[in-house]
């Protein structure tokens, strides 16, 4: 059983962004710079914020932090967008998401330029990415197509099943399983609605959870050999950590792992990944890789 | 056994839509304008437009067909592209396909304003789609949609099984088979690089074969009591025909459709379905009702 390394990687790859960035800089190219919007003080997002300003130090980019109250109307964080949008020393942004409840996501993400799109949210980088043309694809299913990748697990021909229909993880991770220049696999899409899941996992050469039931996939679920990617992050109450909670995948990993070919752990699997992605997602922005 | 009939449900919305069509016009509204572009004299492309345009008047709507000799430029069409965006009396319109290969299909599908889009082939519309947004669906995924609709064909947690992954058909099917308020099925892509096609196909309560090889689908792969949807057109030399050809689905149909519960035939099944599609496309769109 090989443990699939997510920081490991991610440590990897943002020293390869690193070195590529100082190539550019050196021949005289510009330095990408990533802004990120956040609005309000939840934690998480703190959090998140905070790790992507350090991920572009690592990757030698500039980043600039845009902070509002979660007072601010949905009219001015648009204009924000806006001003992002038409900065044209800013290569790609986000807005982190959630959003307070009084302005809608879906406008804000609608707003921003898609060619800015580094979180490849917008329908325009969702689109595209569903029919194979070039485009940021999201944190996330990047993040696992690498871990594939630079673990050498074979996709093509092979069965792979996707728990969960999420717009950000399991329809994308489909999507791209699916198409030849991705995973060229061939795709079961499993959600609260399928019957018999075991039976689905059960054939599986590939399984990607992505459905937010902690420990939902056990044992009796994989067949030996399988790859398992867990997505899942559920905070599950644990009076033994210093937080008060501990992080739970969506795989049973403590009885998984040992049939497996290969697993990703929680943490440390896929989570590290993600930021690194936007890395990547800037890096491509700042060179113009997918749109002029 | 159920033959599914394609062309009486397309003539029972063609009539729907055209009872809209009066009501809207008799309150005083806007009679819906769908525009085609046709570029060239392929036969295919000739019949297809004429369809349109005939669907279009049985349905109460304007039509207008522009022609252009395939000597036109690039830049040409999408100057004609730009006047029909801006043409406040079109509501929708389409660029037959395929387009003389000195003009790039998909920058002029990216050229149509995608509020006006009702082929659906815009990234926009394609993204929307994928993420359940309101949006134009493309011909074949929706006029299958509403086959298994008016035929009360149960789609919530049965299995579904794709066959062909192709942007037009396939990828966009999966999505929507798989969409809480679409299909809400378990839903497993198949394609060229398949393994144990039988057996997946076998565990279908539903196939839709859409992968463009004459009969490929044969009753050894399909479960007793199965819906069977064929895509399929492939023309087929048949010296007995007056045109020298037939239309041949991707299914067996001699030896499936004793089998199926459903089953559409080809010729008579998806095939009339596509136009009335789009014809509810460009009723949507005369209503404004997915975009301002």
Redesign the interface.
Known sequence: MTLIDGKATAATIKAEIKAEVERIVAAGGKRPHLAAVLVGHDGGSETYVRNKVLACEACGFRSSLIRYEDTITEAELLDCVKQLNEDADVDGFIVQLPLPKHISE?KVIEAIDYRKDVDGF????????????PCYISATPKGILELLRRYDIET??K?CVVLG?S?IVG??M??LM???QYG????????S????LRE?CLAADIIIAAIGRPEFLTADMVKPGAVVIDVGTTRVPDATRPKGFRLCGDVDFANVASLCSHITPVPGGVGPMTICMLMLNTLAAGKREYYQ
Chains 1, 2 share one sequence.
């Open positions: 879906q917008h329908p325009i980088n969702v689109g595209r990415m569903a029919i194979g043309l093509s021909g069965k229909r717009n329809k994308p489909a999507q699916m198409q030849k060229d696999a061939t795709v079961t899409v499993c959600h609605r399928s019957r018999n689905e």
